[in-house]
C-alpha cells in the first residue's frame, strides 16, 4: 500500500498512547518518526531507547528504507531535492542552483546585509511553478525579530506579475518571542501546518536572537549550544522528511580577540556550522550593491558574488 496510507499506529508495539506522545513532539507520520533519533523517541514516548529504535527501524521498513544504503541509491535520494531560485543568477550559481531542499541554508551578515531581504525573495519565489525556478509550494516563515513585512512582499510579487493576494496567503508567518516558543512552533505545530499548507519552504529570520538574548552568561552558554543544536536538528529532520528546503538567518557578533582582519563571527558558533549545508556570508558594499560569498560547503567550491537589493527584490548587477 501507498506509505501516505500507513499510519503510526500501524508499527508494532506503537498504540494509541504512543502515538499520541509522538505527535505531541511534531511525530505525525513515518516519514518524520523514520528521521528521528531513538533518543528523542524513547524520551517522548516515555519508553526504552531499545524500543525505540526497533520503531525506528519499523517505520524505515514500512517506508522501504534500509539501515544500509548504497551509494547509489543515496544519490538517487540526493536527485530528488530540488532548488528554489534567489532571483539572481550569481547567488544561484554560488549556492549550486538556488536554495536547495533537504538542506538548510544559512546567512549571516551585519545589519542591512540583506538577510531578510533574500528570505522575502525566496517566500515569493517557492510559489512560482517548477519551471520558473519555484515549487509551486508554499512558505512558513518564523519571525523573531518583527520585521516579517507583507507590503515588501507585495512588491516582489509584483514585479514578477504574480496574483499578490494569493501570494500573501500563501506564507504562514508565525510571530514567536522566545526561543522557547520557537523550538515549539517547529516542534509542535510546523509538522502539521506543512501538511495542511503544501510548505516547500521554512523561514527562520533570525534563528540565533532568541538563544542569544536569553542565554547570556558564561556558564548557560553550554546549554545554548545544546538547544540550539537540538532546534537545528529537528528543522533538518523536517527538510528531509518532507522534501523542503529551511533557509535561517544570523546576525554577527563582534570577536573581542580580533586585533586586525575581520573581527566579526556568526553567533551560534559549531552547531551551525555543522549542520546547515550552505553557509553563506553577506556584505554591503556601493549603495545597494551585496556581496555574497559561501562558507564553506562539502561540495562546493567558494568563491564570491555580487548582487543587489532593488525595489523589485533580489536581481544581479547589470554586466
Ligand atoms: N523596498 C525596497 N526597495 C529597495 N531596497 C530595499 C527595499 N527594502 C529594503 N531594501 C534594502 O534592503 C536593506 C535591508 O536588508 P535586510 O535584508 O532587511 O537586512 P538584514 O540583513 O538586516 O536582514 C535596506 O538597507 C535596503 O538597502
Ligand atoms: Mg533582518
Redesign the pocket.
Known amino acids: 500500500m501507498p506509505m501516505e496510507e500507513y499510519s503510526l499506529e500501524d508499527i508494532p508495539g506503537v498504540g494509541e498512547k504512543t502515538a499520541k506522545k509522538l505527535m505531541d513532539i511534531g511525530i505525525l507520520d513515518l516519514q518524520t518518526l523514520a528521521h528521528s533519533s531513538p533518543v528523542e523517541i524513547a524520551r517522548a514516548a516515555d519508553i526504552s531507547e531499545d524500543v525505540a529504535e526497533k520503531i525506528i527501524s519499523k517505520a524505515k521498513e514500512l517506508l522501504g528504507l534500509t539501515v544500509f544504503e548504497d551509494a547509489l541509491s543515496i544519490l538517487d535520494r540526493e536527485k530528488n531535492a530540488l532548488r528554489i531560485t534567489t532571483s539572481s543568477k550569481n547567488l544561484d550559481k554560488l549556492l549550486g542552483g538556488g536554495v536547495w531542499t533537504q538542506a538548510i541554508t544559512e546567512t549571516w551578515?551585519?545589519?542591512?546585509?540583506?538577510?531578510?531581504?533574500?528570505g522575502f525573495q525566496l517566500a515569493v519565489n517557492v510559489q512560482r511553478p517548477m519551471e520558473e525556478g519555484g515549487l509551486g509550494r508554499n512558505c512558513l516563515w518564523i519571525d523573531t525579530e518583527g520585521?516579517f513585512s507583507s507590503l515588501?512582499i507585495s512588491?516582489m510579487a509584483e514585479a514578477l506579475g504574480m496574483d499578490i493576494q494569493k501570494v500573501l496567503k500563501n506564507i504562514i508567518v508565525a510571530k514567536v518571542t522566545s526561543a522557547s516558543h520557537q523550538m515549539e512552533v517547529v516542534e509542535k505545530y510546523a509538522p502539521k501546518i506543512i501538511k495542511e499548507k503544501d510548505i516547500g519552504l521554512i523561514v527562520v529570520?533570525s534563528i540565533t536572537a532568541n538563544f542569544r538574548a536569553e542565554y547570556i552568561g558564561r556558564g548557560e552558554l553550554a546549554e545554548r549550544q545544546q538547544k540550539l543544536n537540538s532546534h537545528l536538528h529537528k528543522l533538518k529532520r523536517l527538510a528531509d522528511a518532507y522534501n523542503l528546503a529551511v533557509y535561517v538567518?544570523n546576525q554577527v557578533m563582534m570577536k573581542p580577540d580580533v586585533i586586525f582582519g575581520d573581527a566579526t563571527v556568526p553567533i551560534g558558533g559549531t552547531p551551525i556550522a555543522h549542520i546547515s549545508n550552505y553557509r553563506i556570508y553577506?556584505k554591503k558594499s556601493k549603495g545597494?550593491l551585496r556581496i555574497a560569498g559561501l562558507a564553506d560547503a562539502s561540495n562546493l567550491e567558494t568563491g564570491e558574488v555580487q548582487f543587489l537589493?532593488?525595489?523589485e527584490g533580489i536581481r544581479d548587477p547589470e554586466e
Request: aromatic content about 4%; cysteine-free; proline content about 0%.
Open positions: 551578515g551585519h545589519f542591512a546585509s540583506g538577510k531578510t531581504q533574500l520585521t515588501r512588491q529570520d538567518t553577506l545597494n537589493i532593488t525595489k
